[in-house]
């Protein structure tokens, strides 16, 4: 009996029938559990509040590094998304958040940014450092980052939720975004493919 001629429609329905298998799945970074140092309590009876958002395992010196997640370094186990709710109106004497703020989307930024401004005291200042994307991306096309580095700085390590980016930043969006959430710009840096801008809560 001859062979059936095959068609490029049958192939089409083969591929169709064919099942997807299943997506190949990110490595989640391990959960380390451990007791912080310290309770929102015995921060609140500090006489100098300064907090550093999300230091995760590479804190800031000389603030009480705050995270959702636990390190070996974290001083208070806390979401920062919710910062006012834990620290009332006019508490806090300074805020420094690095390399965390691409973790936020755009749809919630300002409103957290607003949220933090309401928690810090009058004249005390914030500093955001994030990175710069169009430094991020004129270092890719340069060759002076190869592609896996381009990646994690554009999208995060993604080793679980936390570490995943949903946002990016320039200069003027950066600025703009603080100012927009009642924040006064005092100066602005340029690390190596990142922004810091220090800014100002006026009153």
Same mark, same amino acid.
């Given at each position: 009996?001859?062979?059936?001629?095959?068609?490029?429609?049958? *192939?089409?329905?083969?591929? =169709?029938?064919? /099942?997807?298998?299943?997506? *190949? %799945?990110?490595?989640?970074?391990?959960?380390?559990?451990?007791?912080? @140092?310290?309770?929102?309590? #015995?921060?609140? @009876?500090? *006489?100098?509040?300064?907090?550093?958002?999300?230091?995760? =395992?590479?804190?800031? %010196?000389?603030?009480?590094?705050?995270?959702?997640?636990?390190?070996? &370094?974290?001083?208070?186990?806390?979401?920062?998304?919710?910062?006012?709710?834990?620290?009332?109106?006019?508490?806090?004497?300074? +805020?420094?958040?690095? =390399?965390?703020? &691409?973790?936020?989307?755009?749809?919630? $930024?300002?409103?957290? +940014?607003?949220?933090?401004?309401?928690?810090?005291?009058?004249?005390?200042?914030?500093? $955001? %450092?994030?990175?710069?994307?169009? *430094?991020?991306?004129?270092?890719?096309?340069?060759? #002076?980052?190869?592609?896996?580095?381009?990646? $994690?700085? !554009?999208?995060?390590?993604?080793? =679980? %939720?936390?570490? !995943?980016?949903?946002?990016?930043?320039?200069?003027?969006?950066?600025? &703009?975004?603080?100012?927009?959430?009642?924040?006064?710009? /005092?100066?602005? +840096?340029?690390?190596? !493919?990142?922004? @810091?801008?220090?800014? $100002?809560?006026? @009153?």
């Amino acid at each position: 009996m001859p062979r059936r001629k095959r068609t490029m429609v049958s *192939e089409m329905n083969d591929m =169709d029938n064919i /099942q997807e298998s299943e997506p *190949e %799945q990110v490595p989640v970074e391990p959960v380390v559990e451990g007791i912080p @140092k310290l309770t929102v309590e #015995e921060v609140m @009876k500090k *006489e100098v509040i300064k907090l550093d958002l999300g230091g995760g =395992d590479h804190p800031a %010196q000389g603030y009480i590094n705050v995270d959702i997640k636990y390190y070996p &370094q974290v001083d208070l186990l806390l979401d920062i998304t919710k910062l006012h709710e834990a620290f009332p109106a006019k508490t806090i004497d300074g +805020l420094t958040c690095r =390399d965390t703020l &691409q973790c936020f989307s755009h749809t919630e $930024i300002r409103r957290i +940014l607003k949220n933090w401004h309401t928690s810090m005291k009058p004249r005390s200042k914030i500093c $955001i %450092q994030v990175y710069d994307v169009n *430094e991020v991306v004129r270092a890719y096309a340069a060759g #002076e980052i190869d592609f896996d580095k381009f990646r $994690i700085v !554009m999208f995060g390590r993604q080793r =679980d %939720q936390h570490t !995943m980016f949903q946002n990016c930043f320039t200069e003027e969006s950066l600025i &703009q975004l603080l100012e927009r959430s009642g924040f006064v710009i /005092q100066e602005t +840096l340029r690390p190596p !493919m990142r922004i @810091k801008v220090i800014a $100002i809560k006026v @009153k």
